[in-house]
């Protein structure tokens, strides 16, 4: 199951409303942890919390080392804004231990206090958020709409 995924577009505000009516929600939220405050979320309004979290263009995501979460950063040669969270059956100990056997970062992290995700930087420079069972009910909990993602 996938939770959200990102894009990068020219007017973040206004894709984000775009794909929230498409969504028959209107709900779009800040998304303050990447862009310095242009990037905003679409909300679906679902029982998943489903969303598309929309970043400037040129706005990538990456690996720093000594860095405990992923890093927006933004110019030419940026990496990808691109990513997806997902759940997955398998405990957090299994999921790190699948990174390690392949040579790629996994890592615990956790977004704004609200919910913790394992970072997995597939081939070190694509990051997809794998949620554990108490993960993903962290997510639904604390990551809904009426709980103010916005917050995040």
Do not use: K
């Not at 209107?26 to 679902?46: C, E, K, R």
């Not at 263009?57 to 990496?79: C, H, I, N, T």
């Not at 790629?104 to 990051?127: L, P, S």
């Amino acid at each position: 199951m996938i939770f959200h995924l990102s894009i990068d577009c020219r007017e973040p505000r206004r894709v984000a409303g775009v794909i929230a009516e498409l969504f028959g929600s209107n709900i779009v939220v800040p998304f303050p942890p990447v862009g310095n405050g242009a990037s905003f979320m679409a909300l679906a309004g679902d029982a998943r919390n489903s969303g598309v979290e929309v970043y400037p263009r040129g706005m990538g995501l990456q690996l720093v080392d000594g860095v405990d979460e992923a890093v927006g950063v933004a110019g030419e040669g940026a990496p990808s804004a691109t990513h997806f969270a997902m759940a997955t059956p398998l405990d957090e100990a299994q999921v790190l231990a699948i990174g390690a056997r392949e040579g790629w970062t996994a890592r615990v992290c956790n977004r704004g206090g609200q919910f913790d995700v394992i970072e997995f930087w597939i081939e070190n420079d694509r990051m997809v958020e794998v949620l554990t069972a108490p993960m993903q009910a962290q997510y639904l909990r604390l990551g809904s709409v009426e709980q103010g993602l916005a917050a995040v």
